[in-house]
């Protein structure tokens, strides 16, 4: 049973607050699949670019030997289309994609990997576990399931390599049952931090997966002291206001501060909100 001392120390609740009108409290869709506004594609670290709309985006890293997306949109023409573009405006093309590392099992995380495997041949990676899941037609899906292979399996523990860049990979299960979550090392005008990327930020269905999420939460910031992680990134960009953030950093010069660098205590906070929200919903659901 969780206990009132378990309860939050951040007092932070935005989620809720910043979730689109068309999804509820447990993140899934209300009704059909979400097209809200592009954002132009963005080099917001020396390294890192984001590609996507308001709802949801990849991120693109660049590496000595070509570029890693940490996820890859929606499946479907107008998302091929987003992310071409945007692999266009910042100088890249499908070619330059050698992985592609999903963080989980639903479509708007994997919609295009198999686009860019068949057709770039960039490779994709995943965890076993949410390869199943995302292949299951028992499985709720509101937007299909996943009609390819990834080329790999990646697991907590690992460290994926390409080129000069290492990513951390950490098990995250509750969103989805083998949800990964990624540290990255990333550069603001010469000089390294550490990104942090929450695999998946809605709540689960149900009191054995939000347990599941709550634990993660917990593990993964633990993670992420290890590794001193000064920076979070969402994929999901109401989670952490990046449509704001972006437009800073579209007009700051250099030597400003980066808005996405905020320090190992502010990561904290950011990463005990969805410990917090998972605790009280654990809570709440244990009262019934």
């Given at each position: 049973?969780?206990?009132?001392?378990?309860?939050?120390?951040?007092?932070?609740?935005?989620?809720?607050?910043?979730?689109?009108?068309?999804?509820?409290?447990?993140?899934?869709?209300?009704?059909?699949?979400?097209?809200?506004?592009?954002?132009?594609?963005?080099?917001?670290?020396?390294?890192?670019?984001?590609?996507?709309?308001?709802?949801?985006?990849?991120?693109?890293?660049?590496t000595s030997?070509?570029?890693?997306?940490?996820?890859?949109?929606?499946?479907?023409?107008?998302?091929?289309?987003?992310?071409?573009?945007?692999?266009?405006?910042?100088?890249?093309?499908?070619?330059?994609?050698?992985?592609?590392?999903?963080?989980?099992?639903?479509?708007?995380?994997?919609?295009?990997?198999?686009?860019?495997?068949?057709?770039?041949?960039?490779?994709?990676?995943?965890?076993?576990?949410?390869?199943?899941?995302?292949?299951?037609?028992?499985?709720?899906?509101?937007?299909?399931?996943?009609?390819?292979?990834?080329?790999?399996?990646?697991?907590?523990?690992?460290?994926?390599?390409?080129?000069?860049?290492?990513?951390?990979?950490?098990?995250?299960?509750?969103?989805?049952?083998?949800?990964?979550?990624?540290?990255v090392?990333?550069?603001?005008?010469?000089?390294?931090?550490?990104?942090?990327?929450w695999?998946?930020?809605?709540?689960?269905?149900?009191?054995?997966?939000?347990?599941?999420?709550?634990?993660?939460?917990?593990?993964?910031?633990?993670?992420?002291?290890?590794?001193?992680?000064?920076v979070?990134?969402?994929t999901?960009?109401?989670?952490?206001?990046?449509?704001?953030?972006?437009?800073?950093?579209?007009?700051?010069?250099?030597?400003?501060?980066?808005?996405?660098?905020?320090?190992?205590?502010?990561?904290?906070?950011?990463?005990?909100?969805?410990?917090?929200?998972?605790?009280?919903?654990?809570?709440?659901?244990?009262?019934?």
């Amino acid at each position: 049973m969780t206990t009132d001392s378990e309860l939050s120390y951040s007092g932070w609740r935005p989620l809720r607050m910043h979730r689109p009108p068309h999804h509820g409290d447990d993140g899934r869709p209300k009704g059909g699949k979400p097209e809200l506004p592009v954002i132009p594609a963005i080099r917001f670290f020396d390294n890192m670019s984001y590609i996507g709309d308001q709802f949801v985006g990849c991120f693109a890293i660049e590496t000595s030997v070509g570029v890693i997306l940490l996820d890859s949109l929606f499946n479907g023409d107008r998302y091929e289309q987003i992310l071409e573009q945007g692999l266009s405006d910042l100088g890249y093309s499908g070619n330059d994609i050698k992985a592609v590392l999903v963080t989980h099992g639903h479509t708007d995380h994997y919609g295009c990997a198999g686009y860019l495997q068949e057709r770039y041949g960039a490779k994709v990676y995943m965890s076993a576990r949410d390869e199943d899941f995302a292949k299951d037609r028992n499985e709720f899906s509101p937007f299909g399931w996943m009609e390819f292979d990834a080329d790999g399996n990646i697991e907590g523990g690992d460290v994926f390599t390409l080129g000069d860049t290492a990513i951390h990979v950490a098990s995250t299960p509750g969103h989805t049952p083998g949800c990964l979550s990624f540290v990255v090392p990333v550069y603001d005008e010469g000089r390294k931090h550490m990104a942090a990327l929450w695999g998946g930020t809605g709540l689960p269905r149900g009191l054995e997966a939000k347990i599941q999420y709550r634990d993660s939460a917990r593990a993964f910031s633990h993670l992420c002291d290890e590794l001193g992680v000064d920076v979070e990134i969402a994929t999901h960009p109401f989670v952490d206001n990046s449509v704001e953030r972006f437009e800073v950093v579209r007009n700051i010069f250099n030597g400003v501060s980066n808005p996405y660098v905020i320090g190992r205590e502010a990561c904290r906070r950011y990463e005990n909100m969805f410990l917090d929200w998972c605790i009280d919903a654990i809570k709440k659901e244990e009262e019934k």
